[in-house]
């Protein structure tokens, strides 16, 4: 732990989150509060014809780190499907729980090394991933309803 938590990358990101603000004619929503932290994560989806997203918007109330990592899914997920954020939030997990060397090859998300030793943050830092996951989950059944 001798690297601080909250670096000046990690400050930037977290005031540059791409697609902020919500979608009104999302195909699906989904908020996802933190049982550890409290924070919140509001994502809203549109997708499609090929189940990947095509429009996003998030709206966050976290911490920096939070903030930080809904920044970088945020910038990676348009033209992505559901199977590649799962993979992505399963490959950035198990680097934080130490069972990958590297969190991944997302633009910036090294940045978020600096949170392995703070088992108490990872929820916040996965949070992003599970709101938009449980998003696309909601738009892809209303698709199929369709």
């Given at each position: 732990m001798n690297q601080p938590l909250y670096t000046r990358d990690i400050l930037r990101l977290a005031v540059s989150i791409p697609h902020e603000g919500r979608l009104p004619d999302a195909h699906g929503s989904a908020?996802?509060?933190s049982q550890t932290c409290g924070s919140r994560v509001v994502a809203d989806v549109r997708i499609s014809s090929d189940q990947k997203i095509e429009q996003l918007g998030v709206e966050v109330n976290a911490c920096a780190?939070?903030?930080a990592s809904t920044a970088i899914v945020a910038g990676q997920a348009v033209g992505r499907s559901s199977t590649e954020i799962k993979a992505a939030r399963e490959h950035l997990?198990?680097?934080l729980e130490g069972r990958q060397e590297s969190p991944?090859?997302?633009r910036d998300i090294d940045l978020l090394a600096t949170a392995r030793?703070?088992?108490g943050?990872?929820?916040?830092?996965l949070?992003?991933?599970d709101a938009i996951?449980?998003?696309l989950a909601i738009a892809s059944q209303a698709d199929g309803a369709s």
């Open positions: 908020e996802i509060r780190l939070g903030q997990q198990d680097f991944g090859t997302w030793d703070y088992p943050r990872h929820a916040a830092i949070l992003p991933y996951l449980e998003a």
